[in-house]
């Protein structure tokens, strides 16, 4: 059974930082494709940074490119986001998400994903 559980949410002041976690089990990180994605209150679901299942292909959103990074520890079967510089803009819920079919992270998809976590709250304020 494929299962994701984040961790690494908190409030933090805007130009700091954070780190996301994503534990998986019943599947190999380095096999699937795997996403961040955000929710903010009122607001759809936002595909934030992406990791394709066949060469390992990391993408971004616009609004997070240059400030987040995307990592992966297989032997841990964890992946992370690291996030640097933050707005009160990415204030949100966090969640990842897997699927093996994910080949093409062009558009940062919610659809694409089968298998998601829980989510873990970021809120940027001062």
């Known amino acids: 059974q494929v299962q994701l559980v984040e961790s690494g949410g908190g409030l933090v002041q805007p130009g700091g930082s954070l780190t996301l976690s994503c534990a998986a089990s019943?599947?190999?990180?380095?096999?699937?494709?795997i996403g961040w994605f955000r929710q903010a209150p009122g607001k759809e679901r936002e595909g934030v940074s992406c990791?394709?299942?066949?060469?390992?292909?990391?993408y971004y959103a616009n609004s997070v490119k240059g400030r987040f990074t995307f990592s992966r520890d297989n032997a841990k079967n964890t992946v992370y986001l690291q996030m640097r510089n933050l707005k009160p803009e990415d204030t949100g819920v966090y969640y990842c998400?897997?699927?093996?079919?994910?080949?093409?992270?062009?558009?940062?998809?919610?659809?694409?994903?089968?298998?998601w976590g829980q989510g873990t709250q970021v809120t940027v304020s001062s």
């Open positions: 990791i394709t299942s066949n060469n390992g292909r990391t």
């Open positions: 019943g599947f190999t990180v380095d096999w699937y494709g």
């Open positions: 998400a897997a699927d093996w079919l994910v080949t093409d992270c062009s558009e940062i998809n919610s659809a694409d994903f089968s298998a």
